[in-house]
């Protein structure tokens, strides 16, 4: 079971830190993502991290703003947003799926089996 927090209302050019908790004592064995969706708009990718917590990988329009990364000791995963932009606004949902490389992150919605409820960030300009 997958729990996303940390959303809100900011301002352009504010941060936000999205956590993702799991349940269950396996963690380290799921790679994990994040997605988002806006209305009328179909659920896009926005990062990855492999099990490990070593690869990441980014869609092209966050690079250099967004950065995701684990503690396996805690379960959790976050995904830390600098310099936000309007263009951000939407509900962000974080998936997870068990992984039998270390290395390997996943970009695809169907790649992932399990699924959080959501968090709103909203970005006002």
């Known amino acids: 079971q997958l729990q996303a927090s940390g959303g809100g209302l900011v301002q352009a050019g504010d941060s936000l830190r999205l956590s993702c908790a799991a349940s269950?004592?396996?963690?380290?064995?799921?790679?994990v993502g994040w997605f988002r969706q806006t209305p009328g708009k179909e659920r896009e990718f926005v990062a990855a991290?492999?099990?490990?917590?070593?690869?990441?990988y980014y869609v092209d329009s966050v690079k250099g703003r967004f950065a995701i990364s684990r503690d396996n000791a805690k379960s959790t995963v976050y995904l830390q947003m600098n310099s936000l932009k309007p263009e951000d606004t939407a509900v962000y949902y974080c998936?997870?799926?068990?992984?039998?490389?270390?290395?390997?992150?996943?970009?695809?919605?169907?790649?992932?089996?399990?699924w959080g409820q959501g968090t709103l960030v909203t970005v006002s300009s």
């Open positions: 998936a997870a799926r068990s992984s039998s490389i270390s290395t390997y992150y996943y970009t695809g919605r169907s790649d992932y089996d399990y």
């Open positions: 991290i492999a099990r490990s917590g070593a690869w990441t």
């Open positions: 269950g004592r396996t963690f380290s064995s799921y790679a």
